[in-house]
């Protein structure tokens, strides 16, 4: 597929990934929401005149709503939501949960260009070429305490190397949320954010098994292979779903994926897994990286 009909497929999904968003229920309680539309209110300029006139709702209606009298039903919310051009959802979110979406790209602001997305995109893949170079000493640090309970370097140094590491795998797979986010892949969204806090967990356990001796460093590896080979598996099934914007490199990334972590999830194959890792990588890297440069394409045409 050409440059140009690639940039053409990207555009269109880019234009649109913001148009599928299912409306919720307000989570907040009185009087906390009527103090943030108030706030808000204000904060656009209008009156309580001036909302109730678009609105076509009473004032005294917006006078306790603002004040917690009374909860308001979602449509009057999302209706007066509309005229101060707030979005439903987003308003309806905490402050923390907002926050997460965001640093993980689960949702993308519409005043995000391309050269956001890009910056982020090329530091996603960066960090996979870190994590790929990391590998090769974490992958000897590991092996040695399997065999012989030891960690191979001085626990400071293993426990900066697997924070290093884990550090490069948040910040490679938050480039494939985002991927999925602007190419509307709503799997690989889901798939690699729980992939994200299976990685979090495990390392985690790993460095805590160092002080505590009732975790078994061996266990937490191999209840790790099988539900990373599981996630793996539906990571490549969700890659493959880029044939059509991204080509050959969707397609051997998809099916590379997706034999390297069955080998992971059957366990006694678990040391193929890590082989085929090595290409693995490499290619999740030069998918990122084509994706960096379709949207850079989509900013300059």
């Known amino acids: 597929m050409s440059g140009e009909k690639q940039s053409k497929l ?6 649109g990934h913001n148009i599928a968003s299912n409306h919720r229920n307000i989570a907040m ?24 006139a678009e609105c076509n709702i009473s004032v005294r209606t917006i006078q306790r709503i603002e004040a917690g009298e009374v909860t308001p039903r979602s449509y009057t ?28 790209f689960l949702k ?6 391309a050269t956001f997305l890009t910056k982020h995109l090329k530091i996603a893949w960066i960090s996979g070429i870190v994590y790929f170079i990391l590998g090769f000493a974490e992958f000897p640090a590991d092996a040695a305490r399997l065999v012989g309970d030891s960690t191979l370097f001085p626990t400071y140094l293993y426990i900066i190397l697997k924070v290093a590491v884990l550090a490069s795998i948040v910040l490679f797979l ?33 460095i ?31 890659v493959l779903r880029f044939q059509k914007t991204l080509g050959t490199t969707a397609t051997l990334t998809g099916v590379i994926e997706i034999i ?23 290619l999740e890297i ?10 850079q394409q989509k900013l300059n045409p």
């Not at 919310?77 to 993980?104: N, R």
């Not at 993308?108 to 260009?113: R, V």
């Not at 985002?178 to 806090?197: C, E, H």
């Not at 030069?286 to 949207?295: F, N, T």
């Open 286 to 295: 030069i998918l990122l990286y084509k994706v960096a440069e379709l949207v």
């Open 208 to 238: 805590a098994s160092l002080y505590i001796s009732a975790l078994n460093h061996e266990a937490i590896l191999m209840i790790e292979s099988i539900s990373l080979g599981i996630v793996g598996i539906l990571m490549g099934i969700a």
């Open 108 to 113: 993308i602001e519409d005043d995000k260009h």
């Open 10 to 15: 990207l555009s269109k999904k880019m234009s």
């Open 174 to 206: 938050r480039g494939f949320i985002l991927t999925g986010n602007l190419l509307q892949n709503y799997l690989l969204k889901i798939v690699v954010f729980i992939l994200l806090a299976f990685q979090i967990a495990y390392y985690g356990l790993d």
């Open 260 to 282: 390297t972590y069955a080998c992971f999830a059957l366990i006694v194959t678990a040391i193929v897994g890590a082989v085929l890792l090595i290409p693995t990588i490499i």
């Open 77 to 104: 919310v999302k209706t007066i939501l509309s005229v101060l051009g707030e979005d439903y959802e987003s308003f309806a979110e905490s402050k923390m949960e907002s926050g997460l979406k965001k640093a993980f």
């Open 29 to 52: 309680q009185q009087p906390t929401l009527g103090q943030r539309i108030l706030a808000l209110r204000q904060e656009k300029g209008f009156t309580q005149e001036e909302l109730v």
